[in-house]
């Protein structure tokens, strides 16, 4: 079998929302504790694109195992004005206390637990239609700007 390879496609930034905008706790379900987070901005840069993050929202899931399941949808803009959609899933685990600071807004390094998501990506833009055949893999953690993650292409 050939080798893994990856290229950086972006550092991407998702901006918090500012209180009373915060999440929607919708409680126990049948599946786990889920709550919603809204997605009012942010920002992503790469050698090959760069620009805003429109909206979104992340539907969050803590599972009885103690894992967090991510789902989130974003409208993404570049800088020179093409619409871009990113979908991922991902997990979230790690120590309680590690796991309460990240939920506290706190400074998290990704070295203290396991962040792992995996997008894709749709677009109508003849310019970055390669990121409809992609395969991508992020690794996030939380600094002061908020939640955020290096995605890569799987080559």
């Known amino acids: 079998m050939p080798e893994i390879k990856t ?4 550092t991407f930034r998702i901006q918090a929302p500012e209180p009373p ?5 919708y409680g126990d379900t049948p599946f786990g504790y889920r709550w919603v987070m809204p997605v009012p901005g942010g920002r992503f840069s790469g050698e090959r694109l760069q620009g805003k993050i429109v909206f979104g929202s992340d ?3 803590r599972r009885p195992d103690d894992a967090t399941e991510l789902n989130v949808r ?3 803009e570049t800088d020179d004005g093409h619409l871009i959609g990113m979908r991922y899933r991902g997990l979230r685990l790690g120590p309680e206390d590690v796991l309460q600071r990240h939920l506290d807004g706190d400074v998290v390094e990704a070295s203290e637990y396991y962040f792992r998501i995996a997008p894709f990506f749709e ?5 970055y239609g390669w990121l409809n055949r ?3 893999v992020g690794i996030g953690d939380r600094t002061e700007e908020g939640p955020g993650y290096e995605i890569h292409e799987i080559l």
């Open 59 to 61: 539907w969050l899931i």
């Open 74 to 76: 974003l409208t993404m």
């Open 7 to 10: 290229r950086h496609l972006m």
């Open 123 to 127: 677009t109508a833009s003849d310019k």
């Open 134 to 136: 992609i395969i991508a």
């Open 21 to 25: 905008n915060g999440p929607l706790e």
